[in-house]
């Protein structure tokens, strides 16, 4: 069965960092792409960023150059570095993967952006 568990989260003033992570249990990891959302109050999902199971990445337009994505095999686990924060990156985030057709999402951690 397949467990996502992201952490990480918190208030953070604009212009800060944070580091997300999203533990994955009941998967090879390494066969599995992975994928970060977001959710802002009233708002729909929305996609972040990818990594693929060869480290490609690829990245939303509104985080480009300021969130990197990256994975290690070994701890079965993908991070979202978050840098220049803003107050429009306030959302839950959660991290994403497909199995068999199939989407599994973590409970999410919520991320706010304010003074």
């Known amino acids: 069965q397949v467990h996502l568990v992201e952490s990480g989260g918190g208030l953070v003033q604009p212009g800060g960092s944070l580091r997300l992570s999203c533990a994955a249990s009941g998967i090879i990891f390494s066969n599995y792409h992975m994928r970060w959302y977001r959710q802002a109050p009233g708002k729909q999902r929305e996609w972040v960023a990818t990594?693929?199971?060869?480290?490609?990445?690829n990245y939303a337009g509104p985080v480009k150059g300021r969130f990197t994505i990256s994975r290690d095999n070994g701890k079965n686990t993908v991070y979202l570095q978050m840098n220049s924060l803003k107050p429009e990156d306030t959302a839950v985030y959660y991290c994403k993967c497909r199995d068999s057709g199939n989407d599994y999402w973590g409970q999410g951690t919520q991320v706010t952006v304010a003074t």
């Open positions: 990594i693929s199971t060869l480290r490609d990445t």
